[in-house]
């Protein structure tokens, strides 16, 4: 029997610290493809409302609120991009696993941040909508069911079928498989 090597693990996929670093880096770049999707498209609906007429009648918090939409969602596009660039400018240095980690890092910020922004859109648009006491508890719900989709779930699966050990999730946290 051949002793295990140094580049290659002794359980999971077995393949290469390199492979694993570009097999990784692929699924987070589709990852990221789909939540730059749909910021794109928020983020673009949000830059024209100051422009609509109705803006103006807006309520002085309804405006702050939109403000602060319009601020949580550059602060999302920034982490969700910064991935790419990231990437783009450590090409070549030999570090695409501490790349893969950092940019995975940048992507759970982006979406905590996406978080964010849909709560304050919500929140703007419920309110100019319904004028409502019930508005807070409604969007309160939609961000319960964003946290339990998002994050409740992937961390429950996490620790439901984890194989191996408890640095599982330190390990995914990090960025780190061994699928």
Known sequence: MEAPSPHRP???RPETEEQRADRRWNELLQEVRVTQTGVQIL??????????????TLEQTDKTIYVVTVLLGAATTGAL?????????VTG????????????????????LLLATVTSALLLILRVA??????P??????VGWF???WFALPVWARHRYAAGGSDDAASDAEGRDDR
Not at 100 to 112: C, H, K, M, N
Not at 130 to 135: F, G, K, L, R, T
């Open 81 to 89: 991009i910064g991935p790419v660039t990231l990437h783009r400018l």
């Open 130 to 135: 319904m004028h409502n006491s019930a508005v």
């Open 10 to 12: 002794t359980h999971g």
């Open 137 to 142: 508890w409604i969007v309160g719900g939609l």
């Open 93 to 112: 240095r030999r570090i695409k696993p501490q790349t893969v980690i950092l940019a995975s890092r940048l992507t759970v910020v982006g979406v905590v």
């Open 147 to 149: 946290v339990l989709c």
């Open 43 to 56: 983020f673009g609906f949000l830059l024209t409302v100051v422009f609509t007429s109705r803006f103006a």
